[in-house]
């Protein structure tokens, strides 16, 4: 039962996308938490709890060193780096803390100059050109991040006849959300023809399967239910969350067409009392097209094996019966290395009623599920607009 | 039709070679012997990749047995572009397959000695060893169409 305790979302903000040359990594973090403490009407010293990856885009810098950078005098904090589920877990073992009365205010940040840097490098980790175990297992192979998805992609087809142009119908439909966004990367039309006759960058899947590099940034804060009363925004409510790992090296992977949303996924919508029928808008992980029908088919949405069929209706774009990824998706907006948290606020963002041009009308539930690793860690929230 | 060649096997100036330790020192010296081994749980007899000093299944210890060597090639891609390292660029368009490898365990490696195109899922293959760093006498396993 709720009360005073509850915990909920009372801020959420992006720092500058995609393309952000006058920012550092750091610098994200630093503009979307001026810009979450501008939403929530929360300062700096209400904040006990911190979570962050660091400044990741692909690279992983300490949480200590963020809690450093905004002499946070944090009481608790984490940073369990399952990468692009990350935020999703924190949301997740926040909801835990802030129960509990370990902290009553939590802060999380993410700020990453993938496009920009152009230092940074995709090149496996290697020590004076070795590779260890267990990565030294794969990398001497030459896998590549999108091969690894398009492991899982030949596979779903393989087994259930999935088409190109079905997971096409994805970047699609999330291209046209991205016309509703005037801060996304690509707007121009795209057509499944488009997608389909794109050179292939590792077989089945080619350029528009592919995410977007950008930069990026983004804040949340937590708190209590009671606390909310007196902040600028309406509360959202986390109805359900859940975190899962199924491997971490795509070779691991137990089974190539059903990832941990299958195990999350049920727990989360179990919490809330509600089934995926139910939900209003969802905001999935697009790192590949694969990773959005192997979600969607985890998650409950459709059966395994269905979401070719699933999506092919269109029912993913605007104005469908489950519009999904609002913002333009990691496919045609912002992805800038972990994707996680930009699903995270864009759920939120809808559920208050604030998406603008985009918004989903009446939007009284939404799913946030995040993918890190290579479909390895799926974490899962239901999030509502409304008091349980 | 390109014919995958042996060449992505071999030593390659600039791919990164794995280090050995006390974890997979069996399995490397097995490849240089050409001979594939895996580690399989004392308890419950089933076979786990990659090597490492305790069972998957149950915690408990593990033994090295040799494997046949056979596999089929349980899902694949062709690498055609956005390869990590300059060093790939040379060797596009190559194949990453996940092998299933008899014994029951799985692992990641490149098919060659076919075309990209008759490659399918399902297909036999033989695991066969090349030597990808002379002076450590480092030897990988691959993979290639079961004669």
């Known amino acids: 039962m709720p009360g005073a305790r509850t915990p909920v979302i009372v801020g959420v903000a992006l720092s500058d996308y995609p393309k952000a040359p006058h920012l550092t990594s750091h610098g994200h973090h630093a503009q979307a938490l001026q810009r979450v403490l501008e939403d929530s009407g929360l300062q700096t010293n209400d904040v006990d709890g911190y979570m962050s990856v660091g400044t990741g885009g692909m690279n992983v810098d300490d949480l200590a060193t963020m809690s450093e950078y905004f002499q946070i005098k944090h009481r608790w904090s984490e940073g369990t780096q399952t990468g692009g589920a990350a935020y999703m877990g924190f949301v997740d073992h926040a909801k835990t803390v802030i129960e509990s009365g370990i902290c009553d205010t939590v802060l999380m940040t993410y700020g990453s100059d993938l496009r920009s840097n152009k230092r940074r490098s995709l090149a496996p980790k290697t020590v004076d050109g070795y590779v260890e175990s267990p990565r030294c297992y794969e990398t001497p192979y030459g896998p590549t991040i999108l091969g690894n998805y398009a492991l899982a992609a030949r596979r779903h087809m393989h087994e259930f006849g999935t088409t190109l142009e079905q997971l096409a119908e994805i970047a699609v439909s999330t291209r046209q959300h991205a016309a509703n966004n005037p801060f996304a990367l690509n707007r121009e039309k795209l057509t499944i023809a488009d997608v389909v006759s794109a050179p292939r960058v590792a077989d089945p899947l080619g350029k528009w399967d592919a995410c977007v590099v950008t930069d990026g940034g983004a804040a949340l804060i937590m708190t209590t239910q009671e606390r909310a009363r007196d902040l600028k925004q309406k509360p959202i409510y986390i109805l359900g969350s859940a975190s899962a790992q199924t491997h971490w090296n795509i070779g691991q992977m137990p089974d190539y067409t059903t990832t941990a949303a299958a195990i999350s996924g049920p727990r989360a919508f179990a919490q809330a009392g509600i089934s995926p029928h139910d939900i209003d808008t969802a905001q999935l992980y697009d790192s590949f097209t694969i990773t959005v029908m192997l979600l969607l088919e985890g998650l409950g949405f459709c059966k395994r094996g269905e979401g070719g069929a699933f999506v092919q209706d269109g029912k993913l774009r605007p104005g469908g019966s489950l519009p999904t990824n609002t913002d333009g998706g990691g496919l045609s907006s912002c992805h800038p290395g972990m994707r996680g948290v930009f699903t995270l606020i864009e759920a939120v963002t809808q559920l208050r009623g604030q998406a603008g041009i985009r918004q989903v009308p009446n939007a009284k539930l939404a799913v946030a599920c995040g993918s890190g690793g290579i479909l390895s860690c799926i974490s899962t929230l239901v999030l509502g607009k409304d008091q349980p | ?147």
């Open chain 2, 1 to 147: 039709m390109t014919m995958l060649s042996d060449v992505i096997s071999g030593e390659i100036p600039g791919r990164p070679v794995p280090f050995v330790d006390a974890d997979n020192k069996v399995f490397y010296d097995g490849c240089a012997r050409g001979e594939l081994w895996l580690q399989r749980c004392v308890e419950t007899h089933k076979f786990q990749f990659y090597p490492r000093p305790c069972s998957v299944f149950t915690g408990g210890p593990v033994e090295w047995v040799k494997s046949s060597g056979r596999g089929t090639v349980h899902t694949f891609t062709v690498i055609r572009r956005n390869y990590p390292e300059p060093y790939l660029e040379s060797l596009t368009p190559y194949v990453v397959a996940i092998i299933e490898v008899a014994e029951g365990v799985r692992m990641m490696s490149n098919v060659t000695g076919c075309a990209p195109e008759d490659i399918i899922i399902g297909m036999a293959v033989a695991v066969y060893f090349s030597c990808v760093d002379e002076n450590l006498r480092l030897f990988l396993p691959f993979w290639r169409p079961a004669g």
